[in-house]
């Protein structure tokens, strides 16, 4: 395992879901006197560094991940992004 | 007949539920640590109320990866009894025992109160000893109560008969105001097709010792001993 990658991950409630915090912020930006938003959905953003050998191994690790733990797909989608980091470890 | 009670890093009701079965009822329970492995010996396994790990991440998604969990499934499996009250509830359905999710309140308040309750289908060892329709009252207390389904989910629970309590008022009618969280179809407690699985998010043992004022919870616990080992002692 000699390559690094950061994984940045994203996950957000189905659209069937209600959200009543993303409601009661939307009415506390409302409060603020912001009357043109609308869609105010609340969700999680996780990252993790993870050493695999390649990006395709590393991507298959966090997907599952993601179905697994970080999601609860009856109710969240998520998605993520994959970046090589330097890593220190020299082959 | 012979009770397991897993305790998670964060459950704070097992106690409650030894209460009743071991001391009320005179049922050999036991603890059992969310990292052992052999609970073959045992009848009826509950996942208590609390807050395993914190609640963090979701409520239960953590404790669905405890040790013990693989050996509920296997036991749940071979038709054996399985209660998760509460959190307990919460880690059956991250468990995938039970279908659908536990989430935020409607109102977003966490809720401690006395909530009327109707019993929906007397046709399970869980709720042998109520009538149909009857009308209960537990205590509840939580922050993610709010059953969600999938429409097509909604409606298999439905047509198979695996929705056991719903919220009501006083006088058995099942409406808004009679739901505390926004539950779907003001859904309190599901079991699976099977029957031996039992989640619900009230707390019927919080209601079994008439010391509390409470009593409705015990007619699950009689009914369960009586309809599955004929006798209650």
């Known amino acids: 395992m000699t390559k690094k990658y950061l994984a940045q991950i994203y996950v957000t409630l189905r659209p069937s879901v209600l959200d009543p915090a993303g409601t009661a912020v939307q009415s506390g930006l409302a409060q603020m006197g912001y009357h043109n938003v609308d869609g105010v959905r609340i969700g999680k953003y996780i990252e993790m560094t993870v050493m ?36 220190s470890v020299v082959k | ?37 052999d609970i073959s ?5 509950v996942l208590p109320g609390g807050f395993s790990y914190g609640d963090y991440l979701r409520c239960g998604a953590i404790a669905r990866f405890s040790s013990v ?7 749940a499996n071979q038709g054996k009894l399985v209660l998760g ?10 468990v995938g025992l039970l279908p659908g999710a536990l989430i935020r309140n409607k109102e977003l308040h966490f809720i401690c109160d006395r909530q009327f309750l109707k019993v929906e289908n007397t046709n399970t060892p869980w709720t042998s000893a109520y009538s149909s329709g009857e009308v209960i009252n537990l205590p509840i ?14 409606a298999q629970l439905e047509d198979r008969g695996q929705i056991l309590f719903r919220y009501c008022t006083a006088n058995g009618e099942v409406n808004q105001t009679a739901n505390p969280n926004g539950s779907l179809n003001n859904i309190a407690g599901i079991c699976n097709p099977k029957k031996n699985v039992l989640g619900m998010m009230p707390h019927p043992e919080r209601a079994s010792d008439p010391v509390l004022g409470f009593k409705d919870g015990m007619k699950l616990f009689e ?3 009586k309809a599955v080992v004929g006798a209650v002692s």
């Open chain 1, 52 to 87: 695999a050998d390649d990006y395709h191994t590393a991507r298959e690790q966090i997907d599952a991940v993601c179905d697994r733990l970080l999601a609860n797909p009856v109710i969240e989608n998520y998605r993520f992004d994959l970046l090589e980091q330097p890593s």
């Open chain 2, 1 to 37: 007949m012979k009770f397991g009670v897993i305790v998670f890093p964060g459950s704070n009701c097992d106690r409650d539920v030894v209460w009743v079965t071991s001391g009320l009822l005179d049922q050999p329970t036991r603890r059992i640590w969310h990292q052992e492995t």
């Open chain 2, 41 to 45: 010996d045992l009848d009826v396994i």
């Open chain 2, 69 to 75: 969990i693989p050996a509920v499934v296997e036991h």
């Open chain 2, 85 to 94: 009250i509460c959190n307990g509830f919460q880690v059956l359905t991250e």
């Open chain 2, 141 to 154: 207390a939580h922050g993610e109560g709010r059953y969600y389904a999938d429409a097509e989910t909604l």
């Open chain 2, 223 to 225: 009914g369960l001993l």
